[in-house]
């Protein structure tokens, strides 16, 4: 009998545990209309981390540019609202996607990554903003 409460036990702690949401812990990659919902929807933290040269010849609007190849790349994050949702971008997905788990194992909530970068982006005809 004691068998039976046991095994009952465990197996309820095992649909409870089934039944938790996972994406909390994961990164979420959008494509480019996704990521223009979100823009308009949320309160979202953009960040570029291209290089300052790459990010010069363009950049999508109201984002920041963090370079992921900075000596100080993981200072530069620290500066960043871990309660907010970050969304990063590259060229085409790389170091945003090495970003995107820094990001995460340093606590941030809720983290997007743009599949393909910038140059999906482009591709998928939303606007570019230069320096004038």
Known sequence: ??????IYCFAIFAFALSCTDTTQNEVIM????????????????LVDVRTPEEYKTGYIEHSQNIDYTSPTFEEDL????KSKPVMVY???????????KKLKEAGFEKVYDLEGGITE????GN?????E
Request: glycine letters at 6%; hydrophobic letters at 35%; one cysteine or more.
């Open 1 to 6: 009998m004691k068998n039976k409460i046991l």
């Open 30 to 45: 959008v494509s480019a209309e996704e990521m223009q919902e979100l823009l308009e929807l949320e309160d979202i933290q």
């Open 78 to 81: 620290t500066k960043l609202d």
């Open 90 to 100: 590259c060229k085409s997905g790389g170091r945003s996607g090495k970003c995107s």
């Open 121 to 124: 982006w482009k591709f998928s």
């Open 127 to 131: 606007e570019i903003k230069t320096f």
